[in-house]
């Protein structure tokens, strides 16, 4: 039986010991011949969390916690050498992007991004031009109407690739700055709906509106994805400091996509079958 000194310990104090903590976690599944298993990897690693640490970890969706790959990305991301942090949007402050080149692939890529259904009775879908009634995208199984973009690692973006003069972005917006509909976290209930987001100067406008034809008031972003290595799309977003990498869900009825970070505490907001889990894939062209 293993004592506790013979587990491995991360305490978050800088981007060193984040970076020798993946390689510790590498050493020991090559040790017990795991090297390929994600799961296992992921499984190891919760047990080194502790301090300032564990809360940060605790802060991350279930589909990070329970992959490797997407643990350590997200470690990579929180833990940089420097404390420049990205800008979310245009308006942010000024900042230099750190090199990501170790997230994504350098060169930006053109795609179509698969909605894949946990319960895995959906066919192959895509994400969809059409945009619902509230001006949110939805999922469709037809191909050809699959939303076509251009992911970029050092912007984290996905430019719509529309044929329109003006930039767009599959982005998100969140209806208001209300408590319920904004904070993220464990146990938030806060949530962005992913719709087009265009970069009109001197800010960026969102398609979200009310029934009432009145637009969404809460905080728009256009620069948050990251591409795993297995081509998963991870949506990371910045909130009082803190980083999230959300899941993502669909509402049955509208077919319209969300963005949240605590699914359960989420999902208690609506009736029961009213929202599935899925994730986004890159799927190259």
Same mark, same amino acid.
């Given at each position: 039986m293993m004592s506790e000194t013979d587990?491995? =310990?991360?305490?978050?104090?800088?981007a060193s010991e984040a970076e020798e903590f993946i390689r510790s976690i590498n050493i020991r599944a090559f040790t017990a011949n795991k090297l390929k298993d994600d799961e296992w990897m992921a499984l190891l690693a919760t047990t080194a969390f502790t301090g300032q640490a564990l809360r940060w970890y605790t802060t991350l969706s279930p589909a990070v916690r329970d992959s490797w790959d997407a643990l350590k990305k997200a470690l990579l991301l929180q !833990?940089?050498?420097? *404390? @420049? @942090?990205?800008? $979310?949007?245009? @308006? #942010?402050? #000024? %900042?230099?992007?750190?090199? =990501?080149?170790? $997230? *994504?692939?350098a060169q930006p890529r053109t795609g179509r991004i698969r909605v894949v259904f946990e319960s895995n009775t959906s066919g192959m879908t895509y994400l969809c031009g059409d945009l619902s009634f509230n001006g949110v995208y939805t999922w469709t199984q037809d191909v050809s109407k699959a939303l076509i973009v251009k992911h970029s690692p050092e912007e984290l973006s996905l430019e719509v690739l529309d044929?329109? @003069?003006?930039?767009? !972005? #599959?982005?998100?917006? *969140? /209806?208001? $700055?209300?408590p319920q509909n904004r904070n993220l976290g464990k146990e938030g209930t806060g949530y962005l709906h992913l719709t087009p987001v265009r970069a009109t100067s001197p800010d960026l406008t969102a398609s979200l509106k009310y029934p009432d034809g009145r637009p969404g008031t809460g905080r728009i972003i256009a620069r948050f994805w990251d591409v795993g290595s297995d081509g998963a799309l991870l949506p990371l977003v910045w909130q009082y400091g803190v980083q999230y990498c959300l899941g993502v869900c669909v509402f049955t009825d509208s077919k319209e996509l969300a963005l949240?970070?605590? !699914? #359960? %505490?989420?999902?208690? =907001? /609506?009736?029961?079958?009213?929202l599935e889990k899925v994730q986004l894939r890159f799927e190259p062209l």
């Open positions: 587990f491995i =310990r991360f305490e978050g104090k800088d !833990y940089q050498p420097s *404390s @420049t @942090t990205f800008p $979310l949007t245009p @308006t #942010a402050p #000024a %900042a230099g992007p750190p090199d =990501r080149n170790i $997230l *994504s692939p044929g329109n @003069t003006v930039k767009c !972005y #599959a982005g998100a917006q *969140s /209806w208001d $700055l209300s949240t970070s605590d !699914y #359960a %505490a989420f999902s208690k =907001r /609506w009736k029961p079958n009213e």
